[in-house]
């Protein structure tokens, strides 16, 4: 199993950014996907899932309405779109999957 997440960055307050994760080494579409953060000195913590099977998603309280979580199944890749940013949504942002993990994309909300 591997996932590699991308698109991570420095966004200004308000503004958007799309990270991915890409999988490979299991049948993706038969698997929930989901997306974690870990900001310095806190816990990782759950931002979104995906189920496998039909796409019912679920969200933190902390980005509902601002986050979208997505997947492209022929591509064997989870998104998460992130509009109206924080600075408090600062985090290294992982992928998880089939009780694995990516290496994690910064993301950094800052003007």
């Known amino acids: 199993v591997q996932l590699v997440e991308s698109g991570g960055g420095l966004v200004q307050p308000g503004g958007s950014l799309r990270i991915s994760c890409a999988a490979s080494?299991?049948?993706?579409?038969?698997?929930?996907m989901g997306w974690y953060r870990q900001a310095p000195g806190k816990q990782r913590e759950f931002v979104a899932s995906?189920?496998?099977?039909?796409?019912?998603?679920s969200y933190a309280d902390s980005v509902k309405g601002r986050f979208a979580i997505s997947r492209d199944n022929a591509k064997n890749t989870v998104y998460l779109q992130m509009d109206s940013l924080k600075p408090e949504d600062t985090a290294v942002y992982y992928c998880?999957?089939?009780?694995?993990w990516g290496q994690g994309t910064q993301v950094t909300v800052s003007s």
């Open positions: 998880a999957g089939k009780n694995s």
């Open positions: 080494g299991f049948t993706f579409s038969s698997y929930n």
């Open positions: 995906i189920s496998g099977s039909d796409g019912r998603t």
